[in-house]
């Protein structure tokens, strides 16, 4: 019995455990993925415009992107604190306006809408931070796949969510919203004491590799499953049972990962949780030392890159390599003779540890930032308008389309992360052409919207998703290589504030404004005459105020057309990047390939 419970002690500490529980928060966090199923939805019921509509959008993102807030308190609170904290605005939020939807509680003006979107969507940022933190503690030398899985989770979300939604099979569009509320929520609290730090950096073993392939392929498998069943219902006309049948074969999947932390706790051989602590950790001197020595030879490091002559950085690899070392060594021996005084550093090179402030003065950054900006700015006013996409060009059925998008942004995500790693690695070339690659793929979509040709929809999703979502795998990484990991919360929360931005501009501006431009011209085209009668008679008994909806390829044609020529854009801003950081990203990988 002694033996037993001693297991179960080591299954609720082991870091899969906690990995696998931190996927299941994932897998219902994308909140805000769903927000194209649920926008048609509220303006239906409350006669909002597109206008209106895309500033529910743009609070959405921001409530998505600004996680200050919820960063800071991770840091504060224990983790399931600020879990209950996330799941307690989800319900809130997204509670509240489905009480306004369905007429349980009275209207609200727009802006206190926009509070209402943005503290429910703000929610899923705690989700997120609470899931990577505890992850990241306890896989400190496996962040690059722990990070990559879990946000491909939060990608999959949308489409999880709503194949979850058509089981339910209710006729109540507005139910979706009431299940965006309340499941995410009581998920979140169920594992909220799960999801924490376990001292993973002593439960290293050598059967975490294949984990990992296994939980990647399931991954796959999982991606493929849901595409599978999102084209059997958009093909097919699928009975209930089916769609049932589906859904929990979907959960299965889902759950069965469990499989790993039962497996290393109850049938192979572990280390108990005592004997752990007594594995041996790295000693803090040894650590201050190393330090030490690091920082005096970045000094040197440092008027070696002044030093050397320009032509060097175009020499073959060995060669480049012998003659800096060779400058390298006689800056030694003079700093130690005293022939020669070591200058101080102004402030760090690319490649090291920046503040934000000193990122903020870099042309790097900026180019990174607008270029972001461009390219999934653009991407999420797709994501945000699908709905109204959709139905533009005859499609009754708009969830098919953001399940869609969600499982190509996972997808875009797990590939743009691999590929930009194999462009890095192998041929030390600057990471920022992958992002280069998935702008082209997003512009090509862009045509394709605004082209409106059969087929249109399935097409374009998929390139604005692989593009969107491979967005998100390489900036991160990018942004550590070229300003550091010291400080990186900070330059990556900023950076996703080109999200939001990009959706303000793209959404809220252009293609909302296009959209009702159209959608008016259509309605006066349309009622002229009764416009006209009524006029004469002086009667607006009959006048009814109805939202403004837009029919045809025309109502985004201007804007997608917008959208891919700023695509280009950035893709041209991507390639400057590159020019610029090709010998930053040589001298950090160039020696792995000799």
């Known amino acids: 019995m002694g033996r037993l419970q001693g297991r179960f002690g080591s299954f609720l ?241 889902l759950i069965f990962p469990i499989v790993i932390p039962l497996l290393l706790t109850f049938h192979f051989d572990v280390i108990s949780p005592a004997q752990e602590f007594l594995l041996p950790e790295t000693s803090k001197g040894e650590t201050s030392k190393s330090g030490q020595s690091e920082e005096q030879n970045e000094v040197i490091l440092s008027e070696v890159e002044e030093e050397k002559p320009k032509e060097v950085d175009l020499l073959p690899t060995l060669e480049r390599q012998k003659r800096i070392a060779q400058l390298q060594a006689r800056l030694f021996q003079a700093a130690a003779e005293g022939a020669v005084r070591v200058k101080k550093r102004r402030g760090p090179r690319r490649g090291e540890d920046f503040t934000l402030t000193q990122a903020l003065i870099k042309a790097d950054f900026w180019l990174i930032f607008v270029s972001l900006l461009l390219g999934s700015g653009s991407g999420l006013t797709v994501i945000d308008n699908l709905g109204q996409m959709s139905e533009s060009l005859g499609y009754d059925d708009t969830h098919i389309f953001v399940s869609m998008i969600s499982i190509w942004n996972f997808l875009g995500r797990v590939g743009g992360g691999y590929f930009s790693e194999i462009i890095v690695r192998d041929h030390a070339y600057p990471r920022p052409v992958a992002m280069a690659v998935a702008q082209i793929l997003m512009a090509i979509g862009h045509f394709f919207f605004a082209m409106a040709w059969p087929g249109t929809m399935h097409i374009g999703t998929l390139l604005i998703g692989l593009g969107y979502g491979a967005h998100w795998a390489i900036v991160p990484a990018a942004a550590s290589e070229l300003f550091g990991l010291k400080n990186f919360g900070a330059l990556y929360n900023f950076l996703t504030v080109a999200n939001p931005a990009g959706s303000l501009i793209f959404s809220g501006l252009i293609a909302s404004g296009i959209y009702d431009y159209e959608a008016g011209k259509q309605a006066h085209m349309h009622n002229s005459s009764a416009s006209l009668l009524q006029s004469l008679l002086h009667d607006v008994s009959f006048q009814v105020e109805e939202p403004l909806k837009c029919k045809g390829g025309i109502c985004f044609f201007f804007s997608s057309l917008i959208m891919s020529g700023l695509c280009i854009i950035a893709v041209i801003l991507s390639l400057i990047l590159v020019y610029r950081t090709k010998i930053v990203y040589t001298n950090l990988y160039g020696c792995t390939r000799t």
């Open 13 to 253: 500490n082991n870091r899969w455990l906690v990995f696998v529980a931190a996927m299941w928060v994932q897998s219902v966090a994308g909140i805000g993925y769903l927000f194209g199923s649920l926008s048609p939805v509220i303006k239906s019921s409350l006669g909002y415009n597109q206008r209106q509509i895309a500033s529910l959008g743009v609070a959405k993102d921001l409530g998505d992107s600004v996680g200050f807030l919820a960063g800071s308190l991770c840091e504060i609170l224990p983790l399931w604190a600020a879990l209950l904290i996330g799941a307690l605005q989800n319900l809130i939020g997204y509670g509240w306006v489905w009480l306004i939807v369905t007429g349980r509680a009275p209207a609200l003006p727009l802006w206190a809408m926009c509070v209402l979107i943005f503290l429910g969507n703000n929610g899923e940022t705690y989700f997120n931070t609470a899931a990577l933190v505890s992850c990241v503690q306890n896989f400190p030398k496996s962040r690059g796949p722990i990070v990559g899985i879990l946000k491909g989770f939060a990608g999959l979300s949308g489409a999880i969510l709503t194949q979850i939604f058509a089981m339910i099979h209710t006729s109540d569009h507005a139910a979706l919203i009431f299940m965006v509320a309340v499941g995410p929520s009581l998920v979140v609290i169920a594992l909220m004491f799960i999801v924490r730090p376990v001292g993973g950096h002593r439960q290293v073993r050598p059967s975490d590799k294949s984990s990992f392939m296994f939980i990647y392929s399931l991954c796959l498998l999982l991606a493929a499953y849901l595409m599978g069943i999102m084209l059997l219902e958009d093909l097919v006309n699928l009975s209930h049972t089916v769609i049932i049948a589906f859904t929990v074969m979907l959960l299965f999947l």
